[in-house]
């Protein structure tokens, strides 16, 4: 029993999976029982199926590894029903039993695997082909493993909600919640990157800011609503000039920002940062309909520059005043604002 216990320490103080820590359990509930077969079980309530997840087999009795099989009809299932831990004479008590039959099982053992809520999850079990009679020591050690299964994998689907939650929250902390686009923050991230790679390889970084022009009156005439559907199909036509190397953020009410890769060259930089902002205002120039209302509206006002050895502030600064540029050219050509 000393000995037992100490492998059992042992097991407990370095499994890091549901597999490392049962399989020596199944090996002791072997010795401690003296049943050729132990194995744990899954239930699958909802399909009515019990699935054989880990087994050890030391004799001619033979569970397969991923056995599935009918929940109806198992011997789990009646061991549950009929509170029963242990059945040294399974031909006389179960002699309706299929399975049993063709397996040719004598002796069963089984204990439930409960979820954190009571509901059962699957087994621990053992089985022989001889009438054995378990003692004291065999009960206990399958109780007690058993529980140690059932915490061990509530742990792990803890860490498994907890892993899901973050990655939630990460991806909540940088997204844009209308438009689902990638935020200031993420943005600013990732212009770090480029821009830190630029200064390593001499590359340029391509960084646009975009304006919807007009849109607070938008806001104003058509509602919010209209005006959250300008922006996110506004995103959508954005999204759609962008490489996969590239970033398209919502970084305000009504703006969006763009950070991408450059060539190396400084004529080719200009001018790639030339063709996206016309392609920029030329995408999102057109008919929308915002609601019952079809709008035709002139797209943005976009900025793009190619830049390198700046901070993230200094180049969407450059990128800002390019865009305040662009802007007011278009408001020169409307006639808003004198030449």
């Not at 006389?92 to 089984?110: H, Q, R």
């Not at 054995?132 to 050690?141: F, V």
């Amino acid at each position: 029993m000393e000995d037992m216990l100490e492998s059992l320490s042992a097991t407990l103080a370095t499994a890091n999976s549901l597999e490392a820590l049962t399989r020596p359990l199944l090996e002791m509930l072997e010795v401690v029982t003296g049943l050729e077969s132990t194995y744990l079980t899954s239930i699958d309530q909802e399909n009515a199926v019990q699935s054989i997840t880990i087994a050890r087999n030391s004799g001619e009795l033979l569970i397969p590894e991923g056995l599935t099989v009918p929940w109806s009809d198992t011997l789990c299932k009646r061991c549950l029903e009929q509170g029963r831990r242990v059945v040294s004479n399974v031909s006389e008590v179960w002699g309706d039993s299929g399975a049993a039959a063709a397996l040719g099982i004598e002796t069963y053992a089984s204990a439930p695997i409960c979820g954190s809520n009571g509901a059962v999850i699957g087994t621990l079990c053992a089985a022989g082909k001889d009438s054995k009679t378990l003692g004291p020591r065999a009960r206990s050690a399958l109780n007690l493993f058993s529980k140690l299964i059932a915490q061990h994998i509530e742990r792990e689907r803890l860490v498994e909600e907890l892993r899901r939650s973050n990655e939630y929250l990460t991806k909540f902390s940088l997204t844009d919640s209308l438009t689902e686009l990638p935020n200031r923050r993420a943005l600013h991230d990732e212009l770090g990157r480029l821009l830190a790679r630029a200064a390593r390889d001499g590359s340029y970084v391509l960084v646009g800011m975009f304006d919807l022009d007009g849109f607070k009156q938008i806001n104003d005439q058509f509602g919010h609503l209209s005006g959250d559907q300008l922006l996110e199909q506004c995103a959508g036509r954005l999204a759609g000039i962008v490489r996969d190397t590239d970033m398209l953020a919502r970084v305000g009410g009504d703006e969006f920002a763009f950070v991408g890769p450059a060539p190396a060259d400084e004529e080719e930089a200009n001018c790639a940062a030339a063709v996206l902002a016309v392609r920029a205002a030329e995408v999102t120039a057109g008919s929308y309909l915002l609601r019952d209302t079809r709008l035709t509206y002139p797209g943005v006002s976009a900025g793009v520059v190619a830049v390198r050895f700046l901070s993230v502030d200094q180049a969407l600064a450059l990128a800002d005043a390019a865009m305040y540029r662009a802007k007011r050219e278009r408001q020169r050509a409307k006639g808003d604002l004198p030449h």
